[in-house]
């Protein structure tokens, strides 16, 4: 049971790491969409799909860090307040700053939770040693004690 779990930590990692890389990847599409909206280069309806895609990556990590979980709608709420001003920089310059919070602190949160889990799959690695270690151990005395029956 235990070996499953283990294996199956580690069958986990590229694809936790590839969500982050898809969230990272999302928030930069999203900062970038808004700098083209200040500029009339793309619209709303386009700043509005590249926040479904970043809340589609964060919702397929099923996180239990609240900020992260929070950051859909505190994000939601900043990008409303900015597309309903005027499309310009100043508005981004303006509400910009609560959109980079909101993905700064997504950012800081993904980074801690990574290292909690890299932190776990260490302990696991390490037990899993040690069990090895031990299973040899009785290997090695179960092979010793059929020696000294035998002969």
């Known amino acids: 049971m235990y070996t499953k779990l283990v294996m199956l930590s580690t069958q986990t990692q590229p694809a936790d790491q590839n969500i982050s890389k898809h969230i990272t990847s999302s928030c930069k599409h999203l900062l970038a969409g808004l700098i083209n909206w200040s500029k009339h ?26 900020i992260v979980n929070e950051t859909p709608d505190r994000l939601r709420i900043a990008l409303e307040k900015m597309l309903e001003e005027e499309q310009s920089e100043k508005t981004v310059q303006i509400h910009g700053e609560d959109v980079r919070i909101c ?3 997504l950012m800081t949160a993904l980074k801690e939770e ?3 889990i890299n ?3 260490k302990v696991n690695a390490r037990i899993h040693l040690r069990q090895a270690t031990l ?17």
């Open 114 to 116: 990574e290292n909690l």
């Open 103 to 105: 993905i700064l602190q």
């Open 135 to 151: 299973l040899v151990k009785v290997s090695l005395l179960l092979v010793i004690i059929h020696v000294i029956i035998t002969v």
């Open 41 to 66: 280069k793309t619209t709303d309806e386009h700043v509005s799909d590249l926040y479904i895609t970043l809340v589609g990556h964060i919702e397929s990590l099923h996180s239990t860090n609240t």
């Open 119 to 121: 932190k776990q799959r």
